[in-house]
């Protein structure tokens, strides 16, 4: 039964990571767009600690954690977001479902693996703005479609019963569009040019990347055991085989009226070093809580719009969350079974515009709902939060996500006595 679920939900994967905008935010114009939270939806429930680890549950944060998984475990998650974007004078709301992730995992003696599709990036944004220049009002509007996704296949090693290493390597690609279109609205004389330019860029990347964890537990009193854990992302970069298209176009309607020049480049896109640590402790049956700090050294970013107003300087993160499982085991009481998880994060993204830095902070809640007696979940999550300013003429960002995810576990490679 769970290999045609899993195949069900595998060719929808498919279709769902290459034809989807997940993001409506006009912030992901900047860097490498609007980077997607890269594990899975019981994690991010604990506002996101990769540190954590346990024997059933996949972290795609921590490739060490995979050898500490006891049976076959296939995740995936979708999400629907509702955004409220702000200026000073204006708002509008904006809502988007988006596909997250699909992984599969298993133990190997002392090896744990797993491999997955996931969405890395959305670009999805469509900013307009006037300003004079010299006698000329000038109208520009900038749009952005497209995204990055990843493959990846990690491994973890269990050194012995305190700690493990592990690795992750990804395949990195996907298409972006943007385009940058200006238009005379009044010449200085109160009469607006039907014409305008349009530069049009096509991105194209792909390129590999890894990730390296190692996981460290000390046991501590009765059942108690303390959790220390690091991960390690070197600074890559994507090949980019651009096409740039200038071209007249209408004013009235953006068709092209004459192509003027088309020229394809190679370029790099820089993925930046990234790194984090953090402890927990807790029973692991039963109750955990820790904190974690990440730091990404986004002074590296590339900027899509290029703009003077606009820079990136190194970005940092704390999380802190954790879980409650009142009785895992209990045979009367489903309510005991359920695991209820709470979390949340504050983020410096290190892009500034305008002098004003883009801050995102946001707070998590969730359960995770057992389905069948093979240890399997359905997991709900909650997150609101918030990115951004109304100051120094930016936007804000409330958003809300509602997360729905299901995590099978079976023993695929244990032959039973009796079925």
Do not use: C
């Amino acid at each position: 039964m769970i290999k045609k679920i899993i195949l069900s939900f595998s060719l929808l994967a498919g279709i769902t990571t290459f034809a989807q905008q997940g993001t409506a935010s006009p912030y992901s114009a900047f860097g490498v767009g609007d980077v997607k939270f890269k594990g899975t939806h019981e994690v991010k429930s604990m506002g996101g600690l990769a540190i954590y680890q346990d024997s059933l549950h996949i972290n795609t944060l921590n490739p060490a954690s995979y050898a500490k998984l006891q049976s076959t475990a296939f995740t995936i998650g979708f999400t629907n977001t509702s955004t409220n974007i702000a200026s000073q004078n204006s708002s509008s709301k904006a809502t988007r479902n988006s596909f997250d992730y699909f992984a599969l995992a298993f133990p190997a003696g002392k090896f744990g693996m797993a491999f997955g599709i996931m969405p890395y990036s959305f670009v999805g944004y469509n900013i307009q703005n006037k300003a004079q220049e010299n006698e000329f009002t000038v109208s520009r509007q900038y749009l952005g479609d497209g995204g990055i996704n990843r493959a990846f296949f990690g491994i973890g090693y269990e050194v012995n019963k305190q700690l493990n290493i592990g690795a992750e390597f990804a395949y990195n690609f996907g298409d972006t569009e943007l385009s940058n279109t200006k238009f005379i609205i009044d010449d200085g004389t109160g009469f607006a040019i039907d014409r305008g330019s349009r530069k049009l860029l096509r991105n194209n990347y792909s390129g590999m990347t890894v990730n390296t964890s190692v996981n460290y537990t000390q046991p501590l009193q009765d059942k108690i055991k303390l959790q220390i854990g690091a991960t390690f992302s070197p600074q890559s970069s994507l090949k980019n085989n651009q096409e740039v298209n200038i071209a007249t176009v209408n004013a009235s309607n953006g068709s092209v009226i004459d192509e003027e020049s088309s020229t394809n480049y190679e370029n790099k896109l820089v993925f930046p070093m990234k790194y984090s640590v953090g402890t927990g402790i807790g029973d692991p049956n039963k109750w955990f809580v820790g904190v974690e700090y990440t730091a990404t050294q986004n002074s590296k970013l590339n900027n899509h719009l290029q703009t003077a107003t606009s820079s990136f300087s190194n970005g940092h993160k704390v999380s802190f969350g954790g879980f409650y499982t009142p009785h895992h085991i209990s045979f009367t009481n489903y309510l005991s079974r359920v695991t209820y998880r709470a979390g949340g994060k504050y983020e410096k993204t290190g892009l500034a515009i305008n002098n004003q830095e883009v801050n995102d902070f946001s707070v998590n809640i969730g359960v995770g709902l057992p389905i069948s007696r093979n240890i399997s979940n359905l997991n709900i999550g909650l997150e609101y939060g918030q990115r951004g300013t109304k100051s120094a003429g930016l936007i804000r960002e409330n958003y809300f996500n509602l997360s729905i995810g299901l995590s099978f576990n079976d023993k695929w490679f244990t032959k039973r006595r009796f079925e």
